[in-house]
């Protein structure tokens, strides 16, 4: 099988990056494309079985799946591009373009030879490039086939969850987007870590483990946030006095006000 991805900027490269770490792909045939050979040459790092052209035409034409990893703005101009040398009966197209919604796919993609190829809508993070991504997955006029093939791919690569489109914009927001989020609040930690005289790198060893300490209490005992955070927070105590002053400041408001920030929306 054969998967081309178009566009090895930060999400394509980590496409590429974490399907060469995965022991399920290794049979698998990757090509990127990409106009900057200083790209391609950071994929060929990373994925050394993967193979690096700038035509895009060549990379496309035995695909069996096909990732547009560009920016929005790029998308019909590369469809433009490919559209008349993909074999829509066989071949599979998947964006991970943000904002750019199945409507507008399918008015790029449409020919007057034949219909529509499946489609696929397809979000995730970045640390695809480590098989850690959280990865949304929306289809169109694809069959349960096509749809588990696409997942069993991103499966590899970290959590895959199916959803309609409607909900891709909120999904982008709390994933894709988040995942800065999560670092600022690290970086914050750190920076307040130095302020109480604790080296920077001591910092962000022990802010990591803090965090994965509290994933695992989560993911384990699947309890509500609160109720962990009730365990902590004894009467009087350090903790809900550092709790409640980061709530005078606005933690929990800028979380949500930072989330509806991001959310792509056309109004």
């Known amino acids: 099988m054969k998967l081309t991805i178009i566009g090895a900027g930060n999400i394509g490269g980590a496409?590429?990056?974490?399907?060469?770490?995965?022991?399920?792909?290794?049979?698998?045939?990757?090509?990127?494309?990409?106009?900057?050979?200083?790209?391609?040459?950071?994929?060929?790092?990373?994925?050394?079985?993967?193979?690096?052209?700038?035509?895009?035409?060549s990379a496309v034409k035995d695909a069996d799946i096909v990732i547009?990893?560009?920016?929005?703005?790029?998308?019909?101009?590369?469809?433009?591009?490919?559209?008349e040398a993909l074999d829509y009966e066989r071949q599979i197209v998947v964006s991970?373009?943000?904002?750019?919604?199945?409507?507008?796919?399918?008015?790029y993609l449409g020919r007057e030879d034949v219909g529509l190829p499946a489609i696929f809508r397809v979000i995730p993070n970045t640390a695809i490039a480590v098989r850690e991504s959280v990865t949304f997955i929306s289809s169109c006029n694809a069959t349960n086939e096509q749809s588990a093939l696409v997942k069993s791919i991103f499966d590899e690569l970290g959590l895959t969850v199916i959803v309609s489109e409607y909900l891709i914009n909120a999904c982008t927001a709390l994933a894709s987007c988040g995942i800065a989020y999560a670092f600022r609040y690290i970086r914050a930690a750190v920076v307040g870590a130095v302020e109480l005289g604790i080296h920077p790198e001591l910092a962000k060893k022990i802010e990591?483990?803090?965090?994965r300490g509290a994933v695992a209490l989560l993911e384990t005992y699947n309890n509500h946030p609160e109720t962990e955070i009730d365990k902590v927070t004894t009467?009087?105590?350090?903790?809900?006095?550092?709790?409640?002053?980061?709530?005078?400041?606005?933690?929990?408001?800028?979380?949500?006000?930072?989330?509806?920030?991001?959310?792509?929306?056309?109004?």
């Open 208 to 211: 990591l483990q803090t965090l």
């Open 15 to 57: 496409i590429a990056s974490g399907i060469g770490k995965s022991e399920l792909f290794q049979a698998l045939e990757v090509c990127c494309t990409d106009i900057l050979p200083e790209k391609l040459s950071e994929i060929k790092k990373a994925n050394p079985s993967a193979q690096v052209v700038t035509d895009n035409l």
């Open 96 to 107: 991970v373009a943000a904002g750019v919604e199945f409507f507008s796919l399918c008015r």
């Open 235 to 267: 009467p009087g105590g350090i903790t809900i006095k550092g709790l409640n002053a980061m709530e005078e400041a606005g933690f929990t408001n800028a979380v949500i006000q930072g989330l509806k920030a991001s959310l792509i929306c056309d109004d």
């Open 68 to 83: 547009i990893a560009v920016k929005p703005w790029l998308v019909e101009t590369i469809i433009d591009e490919i559209k």
